[in-house]
């Protein structure tokens, strides 16, 4: 029979085994949580870059989109206005090169019939101090055009209200002072928008570079 000596040796000894074993347990169990968590973690943290990187190239691809547009928009603009007439700055030579082409082309009766295409470059144009002999009233002065290489014939003559409204006449060399109707009318804003619309612009510029004003 063992003495209470042995027996309290014996269990002493297999409790220190059980807590090593214990031990090695509860190390390996740290370990694998170790490992476990940094590996989530590392995960995450690639996420996060990810994310992070995703969101500032898209952040910049917007900047340059919308800078893109800006420039493109303001290009867009610059070309439309520097390709097309407006009403409000349009030059006096300009004007009567705009309305030649359009009596040219819509009106195309009497002396305004080829008046813009069909006589060469240059144009000569006259001023008069009135309208009177003209049927419409009240429009102050009138202009007369001409091609510079005739001398007699028909003016094409034209006035121009103060809403802008532009009269057409074929007067006569020989008949000046009768009254004359108009063989059409039509707004200058009406008259500008035809040639931009059928992009003459450059023709229209280009002409009133060729009209002159008769002294």
């Given at each position: 029979m063992k003495s209470p000596a042995s027996c309290r040796g014996f269990f002493y000894e297999r409790n220190e085994?059980?807590?090593?074993?214990?031990k090695w347990v509860l190390l390996v169990i740290g370990v694998l949580i170790i490992f476990v968590g940094a590996y989530f973690a590392g995960k995450m943290f690639n996420k996060s870059s990810v994310q992070t990187s995703q969101t500032s190239s898209s952040s910049v691809t917007k900047t340059s989109s919308k800078t893109n547009s800006s420039t493109e928009s303001s290009?867009?603009?610059?070309n439309d206005s520097g390709?097309?007439?407006?009403?409000?700055?349009i030059t006096p030579m300009q004007t009567a090169a705009a309305i030649a082409y359009y009596g040219d082309h819509v009106v195309d009766k009497?002396?305004?019939?080829g008046l813009f295409s069909s006589y060469g470059?240059?144009?000569?144009?006259?001023?008069f101090d009135n309208a009177d002999h003209l049927n419409v009233k009240g429009r102050g002065n009138s202009w007369g055009l001409r091609p510079s290489n005739m001398n007699g014939g028909s003016i094409a003559q034209y006035t121009v209200g103060a809403d802008g409204e532009v009269a057409f006449y074929d007067v006569k060399t020989t008949n000046l002072q009768k009254d004359k109707d108009p063989l059409a009318t039509a707004n200058l804003h009406d008259i500008i928008?035809?040639?931009n619309d059928h992009s003459v612009v450059d023709q229209i510029k280009d002409k009133a570079?060729?009209?002159?004003?008769q002294q």
């Open positions: 085994s059980i807590m090593k074993k214990l290009s867009s603009s610059s390709d097309k007439l407006d009403y409000d700055s009497g002396c305004w019939h470059d240059d144009l000569d144009i006259d001023q928008n035809y040639v570079q060729h009209i002159h004003l």
